[in-house]
Every structure is written in structure tokens, then in C-alpha cells.
């Protein structure tokens, strides 16, 4: 991207937002910009630099839906219509693909991928630096405290905000299942991180037969009721198939339980890291 033209890289990108206030979708906005400017090269991350950049000066603010959207702060508040469609820009027929019960992946081959769409995803979307990431479900024989102490991926980060002082410090966890019916015990098991974690999610593959399920009824309704984040992915390796179903409510944990989980669970190199942003 070239720095000298960002500004009107940013312009651009805010009037491709609807000027009525309805969302749009992550995917569906960056490849606008590229249309706008085919003869720019855009990566990911000038995407989240100038959409992040709108949301900072309150000319956007963040969404729901698959990928992530964003909508215009409209001056004058109206109502809005909600379309029960998929977000704006994102093809009708590209609806979750069920995997028959022989092909949903075995918990472990998940870490890896979720791990990564966290980092190049979830980090930039929510604008969170600095910040460490990793899968912290493998600790072996080592002592953790119990199994439901042990979160499958764990990030911890630093924000700021343009108009709150002081720096906030999140240890963010995330525990992932493979299919519905493993998902009840991880919502137990997310419940438990809230002992340590600001916030606690957790993650499970997508299908449109959860429409009417019982059992995604009574997931949903205790992550709600226990204050976890419920989020679906299609496909765990893509970003933009994530959907945050639940938001997670921020916990206020016990300063010597978060010191006490990060000592025991986060690497030596990530260690030090944090104790860099405190210098």
C-alpha cells in the first residue's frame, strides 16, 4: 500500500460502507477496496490498518457475522433492518457445510489452525498489540492445577483506547470441540478458565442443522447465562468463516490466579515478552 495515499485509501474504504447503518462483512469490504483500486496491491493487514483506523475515529463500529463486519455510527440513529440473511456482500449460497459424523476432525488437529486464524484474525480485527499467542492445551505430565485449567489456545494482550487512559491487560482463552455433542463439557471447561481469564470462549464448527437443535439451544443459552463467548467457524482455518454467535463478557479475575496460570501455562519466551511490557 503506498503510506503517501492512506488517507484516501480510508476515505474510499468508508464510503464502500452502506450509507443507511446495515453491516457489511470483513471479506465483502476489502474486496471492495481492491476493486476500487485495482492497481494497488492491498494485503490483510492494510485492511485492518485503515478499517481499525474508521473505528478509532468513530466513523465505524465493529460487528457480528462471518469474518467479522462493520457499520457507519449514523448521526442520527434510526432502526435499523436486520436482514435474516447472511451479512451484506457475502453470497446467499454459501451456506455451512455439514460433515458427515465419519469426517469431523479429532480435537487436537484443531489447535494448530484455530491458533492461527486467532493470530491473523482476531488480533488485528480487535486491534490488540502488543500481544503472544499459543496453543497451551499440550502440557503433558506438568503440573497446571487439573485438566480444566489447561485452555486449548491462549492469548494474552494489551489494548488501549483513544479516549480511556491506562492500558488494559486480557488474558483471553479459548477452548475448542470438534463437534455439538462434545461441545456441553467444553462449555464447562471454558466456564472454568473464567478463574484466570478475562475473557473465556468457546469454539465449534458451524451447521445449518443448529437451527431449531436442542442442544445448540442449551449451549447457547448457558454460555449466555455463564458469560462465555460461543463462537461457530466453518472452516477453522479461515478467518472469515468465524462468527462470534455469543460475545464474552469481561471477568475481573483474581490478580494472583492470572500471574499464578501465566507462570504455569505460558512459555518461557512468552513470559518474558509480557514482562517486556511492563518496563
Known amino acids: 500500500m503506498d503510506a503517501q495515499r492512506r488517507d484516501e485509501y480510508k476515505q474510499r474504504l468508508y464510503e464502500l460502507t452502506p450509507t443507511d447503518g446495515r453491516a457489511i462483512s470483513n471479506p465483502a469490504l476489502r474486496e471492495s477496496l481492491k476493486t476500487a483500486f485495482p492497481q494497488e496491491t492491498f494485503t490483510t493487514d492494510d485492511y485492518w490498518d485503515l478499517r481499525n483506523s474508521l473505528i478509532t475515529e468513530g466513523k465505524?463500529?465493529?460487528?457480528?457475522?462471518?469474518?467479522?463486519?462493520?457499520?457507519?455510527?449514523?448521526?442520527?440513529?434510526?432502526?435499523?433492518?436486520?436482514?435474516?440473511?447472511?451479512?451484506?456482500?457475502?453470497?446467499?449460497?454459501?451456506?455451512?457445510?455439514?460433515?458427515?459424523?465419519?469426517?469431523?476432525?479429532?480435537?487436537?488437529?484443531?489447535?494448530?489452525?484455530?491458533?492461527?486464524?486467532?493470530?491473523?484474525?482476531?488480533?488485528?480485527?480487535?486491534?490488540?498489540?502488543?500481544?503472544?499467542?499459543e496453543i497451551t492445551a499440550f502440557q503433558g505430565r506438568r503440573n497446571t492445577g487439573g485438566l480444566w485449567t489447561r485452555p486449548d489456545v491462549t492469548l494474552i494482550a494489551m489494548q488501549t483506547f483513544a479516549y480511556f487512559?491506562?492500558?488494559?491487560?486480557?488474558?483471553?482463552?479459548?477452548?475448542?470441540?470438534?463437534?455439538?455433542?462434545?461441545?456441553?463439557?467444553?462449555?464447562?471447561?471454558?466456564?472454568?478458565?473464567?478463574?484466570?481469564?478475562?475473557?473465556?470462549?468457546?469454539?465449534?464448527?458451524?451447521?445449518?442443522?443448529?437451527?431449531?437443535?436442542?442442544?445448540?439451544?442449551?449451549i447457547t443459552s448457558e454460555c449466555e447465562r455463564l458469560g462465555l463467548g460461543l463462537i461457530l467457524f466453518e472452516d477453522v482455518a479461515n478467518w472469515d468463516t468465524y462468527n462470534f454467535e455469543v460475545s464474552a463478557d469481561r471477568n475481573d479475575p483474581d490478580p494472583q490466579a492470572v500471574n499464578d496460570f501465566i507462570k504455569g501455562q505460558i512459555s518461557e519466551k512468552g513470559r518474558e515478552e509480557i514482562q517486556r511490557w511492563f518496563r
Open 60 to 133: 465505524l463500529q465493529q460487528g457480528r457475522g462471518y469474518g467479522g463486519s462493520v457499520r457507519r455510527v449514523l448521526t442520527v440513529v434510526e432502526p435499523i433492518p436486520i436482514p435474516v440473511a447472511a451479512v451484506p456482500g457475502q453470497p446467499a449460497e454459501a451456506a455451512p457445510v455439514v460433515a458427515p459424523a465419519a469426517a469431523i476432525q479429532q480435537e487436537p488437529s484443531l489447535y494448530e489452525p484455530f491458533w492461527k486464524a486467532i493470530e491473523k484474525g482476531y488480533v488485528p480485527e480487535n486491534d490488540v498489540k502488543p500481544w503472544i499467542c
Open 165 to 218: 487512559p491506562g492500558k488494559i491487560f486480557e488474558v483471553i482463552t479459548f477452548e475448542i470441540k470438534p463437534s455439538l455433542e462434545t461441545a456441553m463439557g467444553g462449555v464447562y471447561e471454558a466456564a472454568a478458565h473464567s478463574a484466570f481469564a478475562h475473557r473465556s470462549y468457546l469454539a465449534i464448527p458451524d451447521s445449518k442443522d443448529y437451527d431449531g437443535n436442542p442442544l445448540f439451544d442449551r
